[in-house]
Nanobody, 113 residues
Framework: QVQLVESGGGLVQPGGSLRLSCAAS???????MGWYRQAPGKQRELVAS???????NYADSLKGRFTISRDNAKNTVYLQMNSLKSEDTAVYYC????????WGQGTQVTVSI
């Protein structure tokens, strides 16, 4: 059974930083890991993804502020978020893509004074 456990969300002031982590278990082989987010009233959107070979893909609007990385030995993906803005407020979901898509439970990120 595949399980994704996310951590690292919370409340941060504009301009601050957060680091999200997602540990995957029960999954083997080659797969892409990524982060999506969903703000209230909006569709879920890709934030960033990374392959087993460390090829990355980012939403154009987030390049330069967010960095995705992974530790294959730990089956863990990270998202470093810098210079956070109020519009980054959303629930952030971890994703693992193989033949199927697996999702974490989501972690709330709130950027506010």
């Amino acid at each position: 059974q595949v399980q994704l456990v996310e951590s690292g969300g919370g409340l941060v002031q504009p301009g601050g930083s957060l680091r999200l982590s997602c540990a995957a278990s029960g999954i083997f082989g080659i797969y892409t890991m990524g982060w999506y987010r969903q703000a209230p009233g909006k569709q879920r959107e890709l934030v960033a993804s990374i392959t087993n070979g460390d090829m990355t893909n980012y939403a154009d609007s987030l390049k330069g502020r967010f960095t995705i990385s992974r530790d294959n030995a730990k089956n863990t993906v990270y998202l470093q978020m810098n210079s956070l803005k109020s519009e980054d407020t959303a629930v952030y979901y971890c994703n693992v893509h193989t033949k199927y898509d697996y999702w974490g439970q989501g972690t709330q990120v709130t950027v506010s004074i």
